[in-house]
């Protein structure tokens, strides 16, 4: 079944710590996408990339890095710059047309807790 | 950038009841509108879309509608049912040929009373 994986589920993170979040995807979507979600909010944009080695930010992207070295995979970097790293974060793929054919499929999310 | 306003922000309906979520767009060359569904502790997941060249798309109790004019769309679900209780998303396309996105509303929390 094709599908996209984010691991691990949960992970906790020490303060000064770079953590990476992982997302990969066998739907042979083109695009891929980083999305944050504090409890009670909405979705907020931190990376996407439309190609391979290529990736654009988004509206919170300080403190986060990501690559795109193959098609299937969007590692996310949750650096120590990242002060309020605590949050659920959702990973997702859509086809070349940015969703516009098939929306975007979502990850079942990774929730990240600084201790 | 695209605009995409979602109200309300909660909503509690008795079971049985219906349940209308609406939402806005500012870009009037968005032509796809999905809506999503997010459980507690999941990723959303895509329940029902709609395209600029329709006006109204249903499946089951699930109906979504759209004003092209007016710039709104809206999320209809009928005889709710506890397991409907969740956040909904809307959605909208922004941007031109070769760099769409989709931008989200910011949800709202469904509460189905038994």
């Known amino acids: 079944d094709g599908g996209i994986t984010q691991s691990p589920k949960y992970l906790f993170r020490k303060e000064g710590q770079n953590v990476t979040l992982s997302c990969e995807q066998n739907?042979?979507?083109?695009?891929m996408y980083w999305y944050r979600q504090d409890p009670g909010q909405g979705l907020r944009l931190i990376y996407y990339?439309?190609?391979?080695?290529?990736?654009q930010k988004g509206d919170i992207a300080e403190g986060y890095s990501v690559s795109r070295e193959k098609k299937e995979s969007f590692p996310l970097t949750v650096t120590s710059a990242q002060k309020n790293p605590t949050a659920f974060y959702l990973c997702a793929s859509s086809t070349g047309s940015g969703g516009q054919k098939h929306g975007y499929t979502f990850g079942s999310g990774t929730r990240l807790t600084v201790v | 950038g695209e605009n995409v306003e979602q109200h309300p922000s909660t909503l509690s309906v008795q079971e049985g009841d219906s349940a209308v979520i609406k939402c806005t767009y500012s870009?009037?060359?968005?032509?796809?509108f999905p809506w999503y569904k997010q459980e507690l502790g999941k990723g959303p997941q895509l329940i029902i879309d709609i395209r600029s060249n329709v006006g109204e798309k249903k499946d089951q109790r699930i109906a979504v509608t759209l004003n092209k004019t007016a710039k709104h769309f809206s999320l209809h679900i009928t005889e709710t049912q506890p397991e409907d209780s969740a956040v909904y998303f809307c959605a909208a396309t922004f941007g031109r040929a070769g760099s769409y996105q989709l931008t989200f509303g910011k949800g709202t929390k469904l509460s189905v009373i038994p």
């Open positions: 739907l042979n979507h083109d695009a």
């Open positions: 990339s439309q190609i391979v080695n290529d990736f």
């Open positions: 870009d009037s060359a968005s032509n796809y």
